[in-house]
């Protein structure tokens, strides 16, 4: 199997996962938004602003049913197809390199690595907020300090799977995965600390619509890395076997 076959299967499971993290997010994501946003307007309410316009004078501004709609959609699917094409090329990486680890368990690996570095423990540290949480002249502040944090994860979990492959020749697969595990928990439990939380959060803002918002953006986030961990799965696997049935073939052949 090539790199070129786990990308474009990466491609394809990142396209159809994306579809379906937007039917989550359309579904349980979109109602915490809406009371967000009807909490920001009760608080400014009677401000009035004037409407975006163009030259002519006509409305521009885009609509929530856009936004949740369309717009969603297509940042979900767009977003699904690079993951997937990331997630293809780094089982292809993984193949082989990690002990006997075979193609469908190194898509398993990276699937799983990549939710656990890119979502679950920067969701951790700094959970999302819905609108009306945060200050504007925060933004850039916070948004520095989150992807600060999502590169720090990242990076710390590909040096764990390499030092992992030097590893498992030396102690062994077990020994090796609870060593870089251990190292990657030390490191990020420190780098959580020495950055500095981001608390903004209004004492008034309903809880319920907090917990529900963050609840699914993880969970819209994980139905992404399932999605595409599940159907590259299936991909891989079949395209091994192609490749397997392929390689008997010629083998016959050359034996006549």
Same mark, same amino acid.
């Given at each position: 199997? #090539?790199?070129?076959t ?9 396209? @159809?996962?994306?579809l379906l993290?937007?039917?989550?997010a359309f579904a349980?994501g979109e109602?915490?938004?809406?009371e967000?946003i ?9 401000v ?8 002519e ?12 709609g369309?717009?969603?959609? #297509? ?6 197809? +690079? $993951? ?7 089982? *292809? ?8 680890l075979r193609? !469908?368990?190194a ?7 990549g939710?656990?570095?890119?979502t679950l423990?920067?969701?951790?540290k ?14 850039g502040e916070r ?5 600060s944090?999502v590169?720090l994860?990242?990076?710390?979990? $590909?040096f !764990?799977?390499? $030092? *992992?492959?030097? &590893?498992?020749a030396?102690i062994?697969?077990?020994?090796? +995965?609870a !060593?870089t595990?251990?190292?990657? @928990?030390?490191?990020? +439990?420190v ?13 008034d803002f309903?809880?319920t619509?907090?917990?529900?918002f963050?609840?699914?953006?993880? $969970?819209?986030q994980?139905?992404?890395?399932l ?5 590259l799965?299936? &991909?891989?696997?079949r ?15 050359a034996?006549?």
């Amino acid at each position: 199997m #090539t790199a070129r076959t786990y990308l474009v299967n990466g491609l394809v499971a990142g396209l @159809v996962a994306g579809l379906l993290a937007f039917a989550v997010a359309f579904a349980v994501g979109e109602p915490p938004i809406d009371e967000a946003i009807a909490v920001e307007e009760a608080a400014s309410a009677g401000v009035v602003e004037d409407e975006p316009a163009t030259e002519e004078g006509h409305n521009t501004e885009v609509t929530r049913g856009q936004q949740a709609g369309p717009g969603l959609a #297509t940042a979900l699917v767009i977003f699904g197809v +690079v $993951l997937g094409g990331i997630t293809g090329i780094g089982a *292809a990486f993984a193949a082989g390199r990690l002990g006997r680890l075979r193609p !469908v368990g190194a898509v398993a690996l990276v699937a799983g690595a990549g939710f656990v570095s890119y979502t679950l423990v920067p969701w951790v540290k700094y959970p999302p907020n819905p609108p009306a949480v945060g200050s504007e002249e925060t933004l850039g502040e916070r948004t520095a300090l989150f992807f600060s944090f999502v590169s720090l994860s990242v990076l710390v979990a $590909l040096f !764990v799977v390499m $030092l *992992a492959a030097r &590893l498992i020749a030396r102690i062994g697969a077990t020994n090796a +995965v609870a !060593v870089t595990v251990l190292v990657y @928990v030390a490191v990020m +439990v420190v780098g959580g600390v020495a950055l500095p939380p981001i608390e903004e959060v209004p004492a008034d803002f309903p809880a319920t619509t907090l917990y529900d918002f963050r609840v699914s953006a993880l $969970l819209t986030q994980g139905t992404l890395w399932l999605g595409i961990g599940l159907l590259l799965s299936v &991909l891989t696997a079949r395209s091994e076997e192609r490749t397997l049935a392929e390689a008997r073939r010629r083998a016959e052949v050359a034996a006549l």
